[in-house]
């Protein structure tokens, strides 16, 4: 099969193009007609050199993921079905703010953790994602929502990634770190770090391994105050209990492009959603990890057997992280009418 030319960070692809005798600039071309332009036709660069673009028709194309379906919600949000082949399909979610927006995007086909409240997590792991899948992701929805928009060459259309779509991203790691640079690179999209987030349910050696190799934004999807708990509800948790999680979150801030970690903290009526187990909270990362909650309202789904908390239990158990002196937001669910929200994305095809 000839190479997915998305598969490559702007280092890959500098030694992909020495391989085939070109210069590193060169590669830095073709890296920004693809990102950039959201070029997928090497005839159509037409500022590369003729003899490379015959050489790249041989070897290799820009393979983006096929659009099963496309949505779009009535406040903007848009949600996208890609087929990764065999049955399987992931989604993302392109949700409008006020200027620009945010891409959420999936990491894996399915996912192994199997947290009790999440539709991936019941759907079972299918397979990961390769780099060139979860970068296709962004550079479809780039473009997309440019055109959509109508935006003026240069302008972009998000600004914000957050790996919260289908799977755990930590347990895809080597494809993940190299689609995280194509997302920093100023060759390609030139998102800020602050603004390409991970978000993990606690695989505490990939935490250290992301803060050496690429630290951008991390989200913790932390659920709940103690280990019997969280054990329940994100069965990871027997191999790597909180305290060992804490202790890696406050190993990566000195590298971290925020001075905080995001716990994510998802309000399931009757389980975790008490002001008791708020109290716990505030004890368990008090004068221990600089931290922001958010709450996220549970979107429920019949195989759960959990409902969403009731809104004044979720505000109640935000003021009391608040009186503490802790910055909690509660998450607005987005493209409800849509099933684009967290944890929704199931993303079988029929
Ligand atoms: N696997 C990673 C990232 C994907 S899930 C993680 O767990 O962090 C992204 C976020 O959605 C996580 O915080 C997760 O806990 C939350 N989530 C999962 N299912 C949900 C549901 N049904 N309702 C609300 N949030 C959910
Ligand atoms: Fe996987 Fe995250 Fe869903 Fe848990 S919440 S099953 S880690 S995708």
Redesign the pocket.
């Known amino acids: 099969m000839t190479a997915n030319l998305l598969d490559f960070d702007l280092e890959g692809l500098a030694a992909f193009c020495g391989s085939l005798g070109e210069k590193r600039f060169r590669a830095v071309q073709l890296y920004r007609w693809m990102h950039q332009k959201g070029q997928a036709d090497f005839e159509q660069m037409s500022d590369l050199a003729k003899s490379l673009r015959s050489k790249l028709a041989g070897v290799a194309e820009v393979r983006g993921l096929p659009v099963i379906s496309e949505h779009v919600s009535a406040d903007g949000t848009v949600k996208w079905l890609f087929d990764v082949g065999a049955g399987n399909a992931v989604e993302a979610v392109f949700i409008p703010e006020v200027d620009r927006g945010t891409l959420c995007v999936s990491s894996q086909a399915g996912?192994a953790?199997g947290?009790r409240?999440?539709?991936?997590?019941h759907q079972g792991f299918s397979r990961n994602l390769s780099t060139g899948e979860i970068v296709a992701q962004l550079w479809f929805a780039e473009h997309r929502m440019r055109k959509q928009l109508g935006l003026a060459a240069g302008e972009r259309a998000i600004d914000n990634v957050v790996?919260?779509?289908?799977?755990?991203?930590l347990q895809n790691y080597d494809a993940l770190v190299p689609a995280l640079r194509t997302m920093l690179s100023d060759h390609a999209y030139g998102l800020s770090r602050r603004r390409v987030t991970v978000?993990?349910?606690g695989l505490t050696r990939m935490i250290d391994r992301l803060r050496e190799d690429c630290p951008v934004a991390l989200?913790?999807?932390l659920?709940a105050p103690n280990d019997a708990l969280r054990d329940a509800l994100v069965p990871l948790n027997r191999k790597h209990p909180i305290d060992e999680l804490l202790d890696a979150c406050v190993r990566y801030l000195p590298a971290a492009p925020r001075d905080f970690i995001t716990f994510?903290y998802?309000m399931l009526d009757g389980v975790n959603d008490t002001p008791e187990l708020a109290q716990q909270l505030v004890r368990l990362v008090q004068g221990r990890v600089p931290c922001k909650f958010n709450l996220?309202?549970?979107?429920?789904?019949p195989a759960?057997g959990l409902t969403r908390s009731p809104h004044e239990r979720v505000l109640a158990f935000a003021r009391v992280l608040q009186d503490a002196g802790i910055v909690t937001t509660i998450r607005k669910t987005r493209g409800d009418d849509i099933d684009a929200?967290?944890?929704?994305l199931a993303g079988e095809v029929q």
């Open positions: 996912c953790v947290c409240f999440c539709s991936t997590g790996m919260m779509g289908m799977g755990e991203p978000s993990t349910s989200a913790v999807s659920h994510e998802c996220i309202p549970f979107n429920p789904f759960s929200a967290c944890g929704q």
